[in-house]
């Protein structure tokens, strides 16, 4: 039995976020230990793999923060889940070619992965002042931009639905006493035990509700930050803002959706962020939302385009025709441009919205 079997013959049956938890970051057994899971021959592809011109306009946009806050002397990068460290590589490299900027920076690595860990160690093993955290908390001082792209949508969540006026919580268990096959168990629990998620959603309207477990404990920390440090956030993904919840979960294997229940031992399990949340906690913190906009818009309004422009005049024909190719995925609206967001989040006092407006 797999550490997820063992478990549900012991219990009879576990909540979807335990059940998530396992299959992505068991030790041995989870998704993320496995080393093929980015690019074209894994099982999907983030936006700095497409083009690293996708880092090279976030890179502008630290700067221009930098610039902003009057340009200190030193500052932090922090990134959450960084992958294979491939869009920080990309940051460090284009921050250094922008002249004006002669501030010194520590990049701070926060992944829960050992085997990413080690990954990313390897492709930055040419750059110092690299330190990766376990808690995001242990940063120095020092005025700190926060990134993260497609870091929420890897939370284990909980699932709730409603039937006939009542609540249950997703749960998992085996099918027809068949400890080889696994299906969705409806565990019914006290309508009021919903009622905390109203801050988010309407519960009297919404048939579902997902909750990603531990993302409160997140933005309090990086609200933190934002206050202490003088910081900002920028972060990259797919979701909605609504109060009515919708069932979004799945699971993805060489870029195509799968059965999860069939498939989730070798499969990465994710879903839509509800902004909502976000912009709820954060708000109770009192740390702003500069904005949330397609990925089309923040990279047209830092200068995507243009930038091709000046690449593709220097480039060959199939190098250009490469590049335009990669433009097309990160902005065409049905590609990654409306189905990924922008979401910066900053100090009331802040007045800096490069990307937002």
Not at 12 to 26: D, W
Not at 46 to 75: A, G, H, L, Q, R
Request: proline share 2%; glycine share 4%; aromatic share 14%.
């Amino acid at each position: 039995m797999n550490p997820i079997e063992k478990l549900i013959n012991k219990k009879k049956f576990i909540p979807l976020n335990q059940f998530i938890n396992i299959a992505l970051y068991h030790k041995k057994f989870g998704y993320y230990k496995n080393n093929k899971i980015f690019g074209r021959d894994g099982d999907f592809i983030t936006s700095p793999m497409i083009s690293s011109i996708f880092s090279e306009m976030i890179s502008i946009w630290i700067v221009s923060y930098w610039i902003y806050i009057k340009k200190p002397k030193k500052i932090n990068i922090l990134e959450l889940g960084p992958g294979t460290g491939l869009m920080i590589k990309q940051i460090i490299n284009s921050i250094q070619k922008i002249k004006t900027f002669d501030a010194t920076f520590t990049i701070y690595l926060h992944e829960k992965s050992e085997n990413l860990i080690k990954v990313q160690k390897y492709n930055l093993r040419d750059f110092k002042n690299i330190i990766w955290i376990k808690n995001i908390n242990k940063i120095n001082q020092d005025t700190t931009i926060i990134l993260a792209n497609e870091f929420f949508d890897a939370f284990p969540i909980k699932q709730f639905y409603k039937e006939n006026n009542n609540w249950f919580e997703q749960c998992i268990a085996f099918k027809n006493g068949n400890k080889k096959k696994i299906t969705y168990y409806k565990n019914k629990i006290n309508n009021n035990s919903i009622k905390k998620y109203s801050k988010f959603y309407n519960i009297h309207k919404s048939e579902i509700i997902e909750y990603p477990i531990k993302i409160e404990t997140y933005l309090n920390s990086i609200s933190k930050i934002i206050k202490k440090n003088n910081g900002i956030f920028l972060m990259f993904d797919y979701g909605y803002c609504n109060t009515i919840g919708k069932n979004t979960i799945r699971a993805i294997k060489k870029h195509r959706v799968v059965d999860l229940l069939k498939e989730y031992n070798d499969c990465d399990i994710t879903f839509d962020i509800n902004f909502n949340i976000l912009k709820s906690i954060f708000k109770k913190n009192n740390i702003q939302n500069i904005g949330i906009v397609t990925q089309n818009f923040f990279l047209q309004k830092l200068g995507i385009m243009e930038r091709a422009d000046q690449i593709i005049k220097k480039q060959d024909l199939i190098t250009s025709k490469d590049l335009i190719l990669s433009i097309n995925k990160l902005v065409n609206p049905k590609e990654m441009g409306e189905a990924f967001h922008a979401l910066a989040f900053s100090n009331k006092n802040c007045k800096f919205n490069l990307g937002f407006i």
